[in-house]
């Protein structure tokens, strides 16, 4: 029997158990998703936790795991589309309480929750340089381990030091190689019950401050004038081919401004699919799916999602 068909079974007893998560961090029943995510769509999660510490994360993974209900850990949910219907079973987000940072030399150690701009401006407090190019990915330390994210040249896999994660009720440090990070891919995109709690990353030099910052303002500069991001979006849908750009395959396939509902191919940056404010999940769903289509088609590639879909 599935996960999914076990907590089916078992809908009678949902209250108890959401109960049992909500004396033990704070959660929500049937909470809808779109809030919490960058495309601004997706139904509810049967159970919305928020656990603000390893603790209380430990204990509702154990509630979870005990009753089999299925469970996915976001973080700022910049890189997923959760589908209309929803997800039947636990999401745990990973945010605050997880955004603690130490430094020491050129070593940033980071919560999971933290977010990527926060971990570059810490850097660039102490002075550490490194951490510029990433500082406008709008994800947290987790879910940028997890992708392997990266930018203008640089990606996690080239600062990260050791990753800390929780796997059936155990804290475990790895270093880095463990991680087997490569482009938009880690080990944790197979080991789906590890929660990430922690990283620590090597910057590359010491500089002045003000240059660091200086040189973060550059790159979101160039993100503000290359991509839509004054609509909800998930950043690149697909995943770049070896062939070269997806949005520029994209484009040469005359699929700027495609649309279904409210979700259109971005005319400024076609590897976006933006969310011009009334799209469903399912209207996502169907640009994409007709973009790789006509990718396939016209140009004998298969373009792979980018964004993980709930
Ligand atoms: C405008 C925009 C621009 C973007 N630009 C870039 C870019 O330049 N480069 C790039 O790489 N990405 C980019 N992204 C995508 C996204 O920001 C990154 O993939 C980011 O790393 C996702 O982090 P997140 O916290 O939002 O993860 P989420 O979207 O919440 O989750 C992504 C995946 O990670 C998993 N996950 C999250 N947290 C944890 C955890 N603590 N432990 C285990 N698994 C976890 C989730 O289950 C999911 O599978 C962009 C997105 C947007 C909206």
Redesign the pocket.
């Known amino acids: 029997m599935t996960d999914i068909k076990r907590f089916d079974a078992r809908m009678k007893d949902r209250n108890a158990v959401f109960k049992e998560i909500a004396s033990v961090c704070s959660a929500k029943a049937g909470e809808p998703m779109a809030p ?4 601004r769509v997706g139904g509810p999660a049967d159970i919305f936790a928020e656990p603000e510490n390893t603790e209380q994360l430990s204990a509702v993974l154990a509630i979870v795991k005990r009753e089999g209900i299925p469970f ?9 589309l959760v589908r209309d219907e929803g997800y039947r079973g636990a999401v745990i ?2 945010a605050k309480g ?1 955004s603690a940072s130490s430094i020491k030399g050129l070593t940033v150690k980071a919560g ?2 933290m ?2 701009a926060a971990l570059a401006r810490r850097a660039a407090e102490a002075s550490i340089g490194g951490f510029e190019e ?1 500082s ?17 040249g640089v ?2 896999s080239d600062l990260l030091k050791s990753v800390t ?1 929780l796997l059936d009720g155990q804290v475990i440090t790895k270093d880095a190689a463990f991680a087997e990070l490569s482009y ?1 891919h880690s080990i ?2 197979e080991m ?1 019950d ?4 922690e990283a620590v990353f090597e910057g590359k030099e010491i500089r002045k401050k003000e240059d660091i910052i200086a040189a973060c303002e550059g790159y979101n500069e160039r ?1 503000r004038s290359s ?3 004054e609509y ?5 849908t697909f995943k770049r081919p070896k062939e070269g750009y997806a949005s520029k395959l994209i484009d040469e396939c005359g699929l700027k401004g495609f649309k279904v509902g409210g979700a259109e191919v971005s005319e400024k940056h076609a590897g ?1 699919v933006i969310n011009k404010g009334e799209a469903t999940a399912e209207d996502i769903l169907a640009v994409m799916e007709k973009v790789r289509e006509t990718v396939l088609e016209k140009k004998g590639i298969l373009l792979e999602p ?3 879909i ?1």
Do not use: D, W
């Open positions: 919490h995510t960058s495309f996915v850990t976001i973080g700022n949910g910049t890189n997923l987000k990973i997880f999971a929750g977010t990527l990433l406008g990915i709008p994800g947290t330390v987790g879910g940028a381990v997890r992708m392997n994210a990266g930018a203008y990606s996690v994660y938009r944790f995109c789906k590890a929660v990430i709690l993100r991509q839509p991001l909800f979006s998930a950043g690149s976006f980018e964004v993980v709930l």
